[in-house]
């Protein structure tokens, strides 16, 4: 019996372990202006047929949480366009709603080189009443704010 145990003990603790070691980083923009907001991202590209790098989806800007585990909702496909030939989304934001562009498996921060290579979006744009905004390349990644290790966010105001 306690070599029974013993073996349930070290299994428990091996799968404690493994489930400690990764967690999701999601890029979020946020509409915190009182108008709809036009967000284009464009995908770098990537060998094969184009698909973004999460079905966009989309909550209120309120329930949105630092702990991550978000309850998204996907977006219908009458709320974006895919431009496949210049590998864009194209979705509308409303106001107070928050947009995941992407997600990533254990994020270490935008100052780390691996992170900013696996980085999928190449530009992103925020067009509304206030203007456009427009990020390129490595300005893309580091235009959302870190709010936790399992959140970051782009928000339009």
């Known amino acids: 019996m306690p070599r029974r145990c013993l073996f349930l003990v070290a299994l428990l603790l091996f799968a404690a372990g493994l489930s400690g070691c990764s967690y999701l980083t999601d890029f979020v923009v946020v509409n915190d202006s009182g108008a709809p907001v036009e967000v ?5 590209n990537y ?3 184009f698909s973004p790098p999460v079905a966009p989806a989309s909550m209120s800007a309120s329930e949105l949480k630092s702990k991550g585990n978000q309850q998204w909702t996907t977006i219908t496909s009458s709320r974006f366009q895919l431009d496949e ?6 979705v509308q934001l409303s106001p107070q709603e928050a947009l995941l562009v992407t997600r990533m498996h254990n994020y270490a921060g935008h100052d780390n080189p691996a992170d900013a290579q696996e980085f999928p979006i190449q530009q ?4 509304g009443v206030h203007g456009e905004t427009k990020f390129v390349g490595e300005q893309a990644r580091r235009s959302f704010t870190e709010i936790s290790s399992a959140l970051y966010t782009l928000t339009y105001k």
């Open 124 to 127: 992103i744009s925020l067009s």
């Open 40 to 44: 284009r991202y464009q995908i770098k």
């Open 47 to 49: 060998p094969g047929t």
């Open 85 to 90: 030939a210049n590998r864009t989304v194209i």
